[in-house]
């Protein structure tokens, strides 16, 4: 809960809506001087990271050091771990699962698999709560099983409900079978965090990221500076902006 707390306050709207209760407070005790400079920082922030261009920056910075590694390109490994965040477990009986924006984690997972990069694939990701049927790995399963994944080749952990429990979880498994080499597959903003929780002295973790959103400043043609709508404010950007700032800072926190 603490943890929570603290992402939420880091975040730009929370951020934004604490410095406005400042101000709140300041107008209360009649500092009004003080409390026009602390509002007027408030709307710039949240301003800031809901422009498109910034919130898109700020993304980049983060997925930079994980870009995309063509297929042939991949190293072979022992196993091939899908972190859980992007799919949805079905909600009603007879109904498939939902994927969302990271769900081509899943697809990317599949294409090492049937590339030969990895015989077997570790999918992790617990329970959801009520009304959800299954866990996340088991809605994994069904999706990559449409893909062309065998059922033998799937190993579910279905315990975990955030990243730390993900690599808790997930470790043991791999000691027991005696794998020393994965593919760590999860969105290029999410890697950095991924990784510090799954390195371990006799584990080699390769990066193999996909779902990259962010402008990347070594390909000018990524995105255009000059077009007038990355400069319009959306609440999609700001969503992305408080995503980065949580993987930025989300070992701080954990910590």
Known sequence: MLAKIVTFLISPLGTSLFLALVGWI???RKQYRWALRVNALAILWLLL???PLASRWLRGVIESPFPLVAIENVPTAQAIVV???GIIPSQQKGYPPNLN???DRMWHAARLYHAGKAPILILSGGNFFPPYLTSEAEAMRIF????GVPDNAMILEDRSRTTKENALYTLPMLQERHIHSVLLVTSAM???RALLLFNTADLQVIPTAIDHEGLH???PT???VLDWRNAIPDAGSLEGSGRAIKEWVGPLVGR
């Open 26 to 28: 300041l107008t209360y």
């Open 49 to 51: 990271w809901s422009m």
């Open 83 to 85: 972190l859980g965040g």
């Open 101 to 103: 924006q990271a769900g």
């Open 144 to 147: 990559m099983r449409d893909l």
């Open 190 to 192: 999410h890697m950095r």
């Open 217 to 219: 400043v070594s390909d």
């Open 222 to 224: 990524s995105y255009s």
